[in-house]
């Protein structure tokens, strides 16, 4: 678990949930315990993405991946403890009991089979087939963007944020995670493996239904920048210090261009 967590990796949906704690007029430590909570359930399904049975990678954020490192079996149960963590992590958080609710909420529908789980099941069943573009968005949105909405609104929440905005957050934040696996996706297909720490080219090998197979590398990185030119005005109108947040979802969009 810890080979998993702490080897290497962006932090991306911690910062996210810690920036959108201080754009709400909160505190970036406000949302720490939630931005945890993130990123365990984010590296489960990153272990779990790795094994034979889906991906069958042998390389992630540039060390061995965690069933090459120890093995299968370990790898598995690594994930399932890291998925529990998560929700542990969120139970324990110094935060309001109604906090620690409603973020407990937010976190079981962005992971379940109607987010990130149902979303790479998509992802594996579409291999080989020629989508649409609305099947690709919708895959996209619940396997990344719904984990990046429930940062923002997390994060929001533990901030001290009304309902209100917190499903602002939660909407913006379903669109900073939809550029960022369209960005991804793109740097599969134009980036290196020292680059990007783990195997590239692997969606167009495996015919993967991704934004560029559908619109075009190009048409890609259009979409990835209309999502974030659309959203940054969103979250500038937010009362607290917005600018980290800002910063944040154009690096998502803007990886390796």
């Known amino acids: 678990m810890r080979y998993a967590v702490v080897g290497g990796g962006k932090r991306i949906r911690p910062l996210l949930a810690m920036a959108s704690s201080l754009a709400v007029g909160g505190k970036p430590e ?4 939630v931005g945890c909570a993130c990123e365990f359930v984010h590296c489960f399904s990153l272990i779990h993405d790795d094994l034979p049975a889906i991906d069958n990678d042998d390389l992630r954020r540039g060390q061995p991946t965690v069933h090459r490192k120890f093995d299968e079996a370990t790898a598995v149960l690594a994930g399932d403890a890291l998925f529990a963590l998560g929700f542990e992590t969120v139970v324990r958080a110094a935060l309001p009991t109604g906090v620690r609710l409603a973020c407990l909420e937010q976190l079981v529908a962005a992971v379940g089979s109607s987010g990130l789980v149902g979303g790479e099941t998509m992802d594996v069943h579409a291999k080989g087939r020629a989508l649409g573009l609305e099947h690709v968005e919708q895959m996209h949105a619940m ?13 929001a929440a533990s901030g001290g944020a009304g309902s209100d905005l917190v499903a602002r957050l939660a909407n913006a934040g379903a669109s900073v995670g939809l550029a960022f696996q369209i960005a991804d996706d793109c740097l599969d297909a134009t980036s290196s493996v020292s680059a990007l720490g783990k195997p590239v080219r692997r969606d167009q090998q495996a015919d993967r239904a991704t934004y560029p197979a559908v619109l075009g590398l190009e048409g890609a990185k259009a979409e990835a920048e209309r999502l974030i030119t659309e959203t940054l005005p969103v979250l500038g109108s937010l009362p607290g210090e917005a600018a980290p947040l800002q910063a944040l979802a154009q690096a998502c969009a803007m990886r390796g261009s």
């Open 30 to 33: 406000d949302a720490l315990d």
């Open 143 to 155: 396997k990344t963007g719904a984990l990046f909405s429930a940062c923002c609104a997390m994060g």
